[in-house]
């Protein structure tokens, strides 16, 4: 079984602030996706990442795939109230049909 | 809009008692999948059907039954609700088996088992 740690499960930050989520496993893989989950809704896909090392960014996101493959970050710049929620982490193997997902970090954006 | 629809999204049950919930997806997606997401614990995968006509066991199968009838449409059977099984229960669904794809969300169904 491939287990997916994320760090801090909790964050409270001001707005303005920066922050990062980090995402880490002991297994590669082979690609890593990261969600957002607002309060009951359900997860909505930001970002798949598929190289090792490989950043990519939506707007004030910055989303990072370790060399090796087994661990991600996700950086989010000068924070707003609307940042507010559960991300996840999510890794998949090949062409496995099913992703395996992190333990989630709640974050809440203050003004 | 296109997406995954989930029925019902409240459900109190007695112990003992069954329900099927329901999901539909109107994206052409080839496999579906049923997730339960309790407090700390992220979500977990209880079963998934990478094509029409199979079905496979996730993580934490015990207790529940499900049946990929057509393409579109997945659901989840809980034959004898167990208070164990008090849940936020999600469908989703991806176009393939390659691991890039994403997944898809319905809104979840807030299952309660007294």
């Known amino acids: 079984t491939q287990l997916l740690e994320q760090s801090p499960q909790f964050l409270s930050i001001q707005e303005g602030e920066n922050l990062t989520v980090y995402c880490n496993s002991s297994s590669v893989f082979s690609s890593l996706q990261w969600y957002r989950q607002e309060p009951g809704e359900g997860p909505v896909l930001l970002v798949t990442?598929?190289?090792?090392?490989e950043v990519k960014k939506l707007k004030r996101l910055t989303f990072q795939f370790g060399d090796a493959r087994k661990d991600s970050s996700l950086h989010i710049t000068a924070a707003q109230p609307g940042d507010t929620g559960l991300y996840l982490c999510?890794?998949?193997?090949?062409?496995?049909?099913?992703?395996?997902f992190g333990t989630g970090t709640r974050l809440q954006v203050t003004l | 809009n296109a997406g995954v629809t989930q029925t019902p999204k409240f459900q109190v049950l007695k112990t003992g008692q069954s329900m099927t919930l329901q999901c539909a997806q109107d994206m052409n997606h080839n496999s579906m999948y049923w997730y339960r997401q309790d407090p700390g614990m992220g979500l977990r995968l209880i079963y998934y059907?990478?094509?029409?006509?199979?079905?496979d066991k996730g993580e934490v199968p015990n207790g529940y039954n499900v049946s990929r009838l057509n393409k579109r449409e997945f659901s989840l059977r809980l034959e004898s609700a167990a208070p164990s099984q008090t849940s936020v229960y999600f469908c989703a669904s991806r176009t393939g088996g390659v691991a890039n794809y994403g997944y898809t969300f319905g809104s979840g169904t807030r299952l309660t088992v007294v």
């Open positions: 999510a890794g998949g193997l090949g062409t496995a049909s099913k992703l395996t």
């Open positions: 990442v598929v190289t090792g090392g």
């Open positions: 059907s990478a094509s029409e006509g199979t079905t």
